[in-house]
């Protein structure tokens, strides 16, 4: 047999003592071995990480950036905090509780989205910026909460400090300015017209 015939890999003993039968199959049983091995040792730790990360996964359905955010904090806070408990009945508590607060927080931004933008539909375009002394002072508060609504960073503070999502404080704020105040100050022209009649009888 030359070089360049064995080379080329005409002679079939060649080809066969390159991958040897037994070979072969221990790479394939260490293949089966890896995939059928579980993740971690512990079956409890398994099923609780999967929890947690079934919980993460829900805090990540929200679409708003804010709340998303503020449940994917409060979901990791809450695991930190529970980390050291061993009871798999207090375990399931926890993780049922965490779902349930999650579920409030979906329906809570869907009523509060429902009323911030029943309240913009009602009152948008309503800004003063060509109105009276007289409409200033009487919409000075409504035109300070207007101000912080409109102020995001001074919004995204105010909700730190509550520990709410931003659009919760931003709905709170529109339904404090929509609120009576009570009577307004009288106007100028109509005081001067009560001391003409006042002087004149």
């Known amino acids: 047999m030359s070089l360049s015939s064995a080379l080329k890999g005409d002679s079939p003993q060649q080809v066969r003592s390159l991958v040897s039968p037994s070979w072969f199959r221990s790479r394939v049983a260490q293949a089966g071995a890896r995939h059928t091995r579980p993740r971690f040792k512990n079956s409890d730790i398994d099923h609780f990480s999967c929890q947690y990360r079934q919980l993460l996964r ?30 798999q009945r207090k375990i399931q508590e926890l993780v049922q509780k ?24 009602k ?45 919760k404080v931003r709905a709170q704020l529109i339904r404090q300015m929509v609120q009576p105040v009570g009577p307004p100050p009288p106007r100028e022209d109509e005081m001067v017209l009560l001391a003409t009649d006042n002087g004149g009888s």
């Open 58 to 87: 829900q805090s990540e359905q929200f679409a708003s950036y804010n709340f998303r955010e503020y449940a994917k904090r409060r979901t990791r806070d809450a695991f930190r905090e529970n980390k050291a408990v061993d009871d």
């Open 98 to 121: 965490g779902l349930k607060e999650l579920q409030m927080m979906k329906a809570d931004k869907l009523r509060t989205q429902q009323e911030l933008e029943r309240l913009q539909a």
């Open 123 to 167: 009152y948008i375009g309503t800004g003063h910026p060509d109105t009276t002394s007289w409409e200033w002072k009487t919409n000075i508060h409504r035109d300070t909460k207007a101000s912080v609504v409109g102020h995001t960073p001074l919004l995204s503070y105010m909700a730190l400090a509550q520990n709410e999502p931003m659009a």
